[in-house]
């Protein structure tokens, strides 16, 4: 299970995030990586790149996320978890994060 609070900080230092973005309805589903997670949602939320995905779909609730010692391990997650359909992408969100709320305020 992905840790959480000031782990999380000390880890952004170092490491990587995979996270997983949606829409209001939970519609679509955006999955990214980052180095910086603390500055990689503002810039969804207020949709700094208006042509990408997250934007045109208003993809801003943070419903998962996973940190890493280490950007490699991130990006190879986020590969793997790219290859996942929808039903095991909704899985682990639920099991994450059951109601599906965004996690981004409480980080």
């Given amino acids: 299970m992905p840790e959480r609070g ?17 829409n209001f ?10 180095s ?5 949602i503002p810039e969804h939320i207020n949709k700094v790149y208006p ?4 934007a045109k779909y208003n993809c801003n609730k943070l419903v998962y996320y ?4 280490k950007i490699e391990d991130a990006i190879a997650r ?5 290859k996942w359909n929808r039903k ?10 059951p109601e599906w709320k965004n996690s981004f305020p409480t980080l």
């Fill in 51 to 54: 042509d990408s995905f997250t």
């Fill in 78 to 82: 986020e590969k793997v978890l790219k």
């Fill in 6 to 22: 000031n782990l999380l900080t000390l880890v952004m230092q170092y490491g990587g995030t995979i996270y997983i973005l949606t």
């Fill in 66 to 69: 996973e940190t890493f010692g």
């Fill in 36 to 40: 910086d997670l603390f500055t990689r």
């Fill in 25 to 34: 309805h939970n519609e679509v589903l955006y999955l990214g990586v980052t």
């Fill in 88 to 97: 095991w992408k909704d899985k682990l969100i639920n099991d994450f994060n």
